[in-house]
């Protein structure tokens, strides 16, 4: 009785630890979330979701996404006005809700003590706090990733039922549609299962009788509707030129980033310290985990292990061809990594060792440091090195804008950021002499606000040029002044 209690009052105490983790990291990145502007990805997410649905899935088509977060958001967006509050709580829910049912799942695996450890280390991770606000996909796949790996371990189960292959094979086929970069998580799991199979009495069963090559095979029919669109995105020039090779340096800012929210080349010297030494008990935990882990246990650990490394040697593999690591690219399995570290911690902290409360209180604090980070940096861009900043850009603009002015683009890139913020009320006019708009710039195609001269002469009394960097169109008028915002800027014309 007296153990049954003490049982039930961790469990308790899991679901306490597991709720009050997701609410916090909730508000943490929400408010964080409500003080960015927002930039160009989130710009295009609103301005295809604001199409019909068969037009969405058209330009879903011409880009590098699919359209299912598209769809989602067109009718989300439609219920609340395209409120911005609403729109990145949206993506804040997902991120709760990846975390409650990670919580579930490392429950059932490792019990509920551990996990209690883990939940925690998830809830504080920068990385997934800044893209749990973000009005893009990314949130939302990491929700689906990890109810897959739900189903996945259900299913696996001694007795389990069908329906979670089922449920496993719809999970993935809609990941598909949601973010292809799932797909490499979907790697991750064929080769744990493929280990178990190995590994297991039936490894000398016929192997078409595996339930979860099924189980793909029906994901996969679920995906040939979409199949040659897909096809066609590979091959349409529309993937942005941002990529990163998957360098030995690139695998330890996986870390930073997840840590302390920074790449490794913005490291000073005392954060640079508080990194190694996060590092090494991080290595610590994992192999303290490891070498006292049960049978069961390690099999677990080998997931978690997989759920995030898999991902990384594959970008590793496609390097050679072609750079593709961005960090926002391993958003979605950037929880299993940090799963691991709260699982071995736990583990850890278990052995009530000296050098595990040392090890836990430098791990939580490199990620306070990471949070604290990221509530002063914000939505950094590390590939243009800048902060985004088209909001206040755009209020400088529409002030006195109205009926007597314009806005001109340098950009169908500078146009689509603006049209989140200023185009109910100010005409915006963009330069591109390409005949054709095609990719992220394919819902300005054959617009009639389309610039086709770099000389700018537009019948308006006030021109406001909104550029990057240095300025490339030469406006008739006289030029009144410049407001600078890092380096986007905006110049008045009359």
Not at 126 to 146: C, N, Q, T
Not at 255 to 280: E, G
Not at 295 to 318: D, H, T, W
Request: charged share 15%; net charge positive; proline share 4%.
């Amino acid at each position: 009785m007296k153990a049954r209690l003490k049982k039930l009052s961790m469990t308790q105490r899991f679901w306490s630890i597991t709720g009050s983790s997701a609410l916090l990291a909730s508000i943490i990145s929400l408010s964080v979330g409500m003080r960015q502007s927002i930039w160009f990805d989130e710009a295009y997410s609103l301005l295809v979701a604001r199409q019909s649905p068969t037009e969405i899935v058209r330009l879903a088509g011409l880009d590098t996404h699919p359209p299912l977060y598209y769809l989602l958001l067109h009718g989300w967006g439609s219920i609340f006005h395209w409120d911005v509050f609403w729109l990145r709580l949206l993506s804040v829910i997902a991120l709760a809700a990846s975390i409650v049912v990670m919580g579930i799942l490392l429950k059932r695996l490792f019990g509920a003590r551990v996990a209690a450890v883990a939940v925690l280390v998830v809830a504080l991770s920068p990385l997934l706090l800044r893209y749990g606000f973000e009005i893009r996909m990314y949130s939302l796949a990491s929700l689906i990733g990890v109810t897959a790996t739900y189903a996945m371990v259900r299913a696996n189960e001694q007795h389990a039922s069908r329906r979670w292959w089922i449920m496993y094979a719809v999970l993935v086929a809609v990941g598909m549609y949601t973010l292809y970069y799932l797909a490499l998580l979907w790697v991750a799991h064929a080769v744990w299962l493929l280990m178990r199979a190995i590994r297991s009495r039936k490894r000398y069963e016929a192997w078409y009788r595996w339930p979860w090559l099924w189980a793909y095979g029906g994901a996969v029919a679920l995906f040939l509707p979409w199949l040659p669109t897909f096809l066609r995105q590979t091959t349409n020039g529309a993937l942005a030129p941002i990529g990163q090779p998957m360098t030995a340096d690139t695998v330890l800012g996986v870390a930073s980033f997840n840590l302390l929210y920074q790449p490794l080349w913005q490291l000073d010297m005392i954060h640079s310290i508080l990194y190694l030494m996060a590092l090494v008990a991080a290595i610590f935990a994992v192999s303290y985990a490891w070498r006292h882990a049960t049978r069961q246990q390690r099999s677990s650990l080998l997931l978690l292990v997989a759920y995030i490394g898999v991902p990384i040697g594959v970008l590793v593999v496609v390097s050679f061809a072609r750079s593709m690591y961005v960090e926002r690219y391993l958003s979605h399995v950037a929880i299993g990594l940090m799963a691991l570290v709260g699982i071995s911690l736990g583990l850890w902290l278990a052995s009530r060792s000296r050098q595990a409360l040392l090890g836990a209180g430098v791990i939580i604090l490199a990620l306070l440091v990471g949070c604290a980070h990221l509530v002063t940096t914000g939505n950094y861009n590390f590939q243009r090195m800048s902060r985004p900043d088209v909001k206040g850009i755009s209020e400088v603009a529409t002030s006195t804008c109205r009926d007597k002015g314009a806005i001109v683009a340098a950009d169908p890139y500078v146009a689509i950021e603006l049209m989140a913020y200023a185009s109910s009320t100010c005409p915006i006019y963009f330069y591109s002499d390409s005949a054709y708009l095609g990719g992220g710039y394919a819902p300005l195609n054959g617009s009639p606000n389309q610039l086709t001269s770099k000389q700018i002469d537009l019948p308006y009394e006030r021109l406001y040029y909104v550029y990057y960097d240095t300025p490339q169109l030469a406006l008739h008028g006289e030029p009144r002044g410049t407001i600078d915002s890092d380096n986007l800027h905006v110049t008045i014309y009359r």
